[in-house]
């Protein structure tokens, strides 16, 4: 059965709220931007500097977003 409309509010409220994060989330939170700056600073020493090597930071900066996302809009309290 597909997404209804009041699914889809339901997701946005979620994704638009504020999430405390819990002391084991931070934690997880930094493995997590521990490892991104571990590969960003390999494709920094690997790559020319360039506007793809640019790209690729960008691109591995929304994976750390997107993954700590996951977590909080998953994992908390007032999540749906």
Known sequence: MPPTL???KKR???DFTY???TLEQ???YQQIRDKALEFALL???ITPMSSEQS???TCLD???TSANSA???NESASAI
């Open 6 to 8: 009041e699914d889809l």
């Open 12 to 14: 946005l409220v979620n």
């Open 19 to 21: 999430h405390p994060p």
């Open 26 to 28: 931070v934690e997880r």
């Open 43 to 45: 494709i920094a020493s």
């Open 55 to 57: 790209i690729a930071f």
């Open 62 to 64: 929304q994976v750390v």
């Open 71 to 73: 977590i909080a809009r």
